[in-house]
């Protein structure tokens, strides 16, 4: 079946602006995981949405980052005022109920903000 | 907090030859821990997890508490092991999010 899917596949914005980033996770799975990885960085966490659980949203790194999730399916996270330093490959997963270990990535947004 | 250590960024080995990609974390709980690859132009995904114990293409990594390591090892390389390796933790009612190290390009070479 169809793999998590995300859009854009690259953005390219303007320092200050807005950006909105999509992440389509697997049909049926439950968990969805936001993570970043900076220019010689591991991947890091962003944000984590459970089923209809509060989303755990320890890993934003400011108040200019959000992530909502409709429906228990889609998410967007949502950059405001974008900074330099926001430049990264933004990666989504998704994990299945019964194998919450194995999580499954998307191929990612590559953000270049200039 | 939880950090995962991988001290190598590039691995040149060749063909045949055993491999080790070194990976170290500090927590003072019960990790689970994870290696995930990258292969050129594929998504990340998931290698092998220590609880299972198993051999994925050849891979085995065995989980050291006492020296805190969780290092990935294939006795015989192949050109086909190419990629990013990516070692993981995830914490005790963590929710399953994941702690990543920085990752280790493995280059095997004819």
């Known amino acids: 079946g169809a793999g998590v899917s995300q859009s854009p596949s690259n953005k390219v914005t303007e320092k200050g602006k807005d950006v909105e980033l999509r992440c389509d996770p697997i049909s049926g799975h439950t968990a969805l995981y936001w993570y970043r990885q900076s220019l010689g960085q591991g991947l890091e966490f962003l944000i984590y949405f459970q089923g209809n659980s509060a989303p755990d949203k320890s890993g934003l790194p400011s108040d200019r980052f959000s992530a909502e999730r409709t429906g228990g399916s889609v998410s967007t996270l949502t950059i405001q005022r974008t900074q330099q330093e926001d430049s990264a490959v933004y990666l989504c997963a998704s994990t299945s109920r019964g194998t919450e270990y194995e999580q499954y990535f998307g191929p990612g947004t590559r953000l270049t903000v200039t | 907090a939880q950090r995962v250590t991988q001290p190598e960024k590039l691995l040149s080995v060749f063909k045949g030859a055993p491999v080790e990609l070194k990976c170290n974390y500090s927590y003072s709980g019960s990790p689970e821990l994870f290696w995930y690859v990258q292969y050129s132009r594929q998504r990340l995904q998931l290698l092998l997890r220590h609880i299972s114990r198993e051999s994925i293409k050849g891979f085995t990594a065995d989980l050291n508490k006492g020296e805190t390591s969780f290092h990935l090892k294939k006795p015989f390389a192949q050109e086909e092991d190419s990629a990013m390796y990516y070692c993981?933790?995830?914490?005790?009612?963590?929710?399953?999010?994941?702690?990543f190290g920085t990752g280790t390009q493995l280059k095997v070479e004819l």
């Open positions: 993981a933790l995830s914490a005790a009612g963590g929710g399953n999010k994941l702690t």
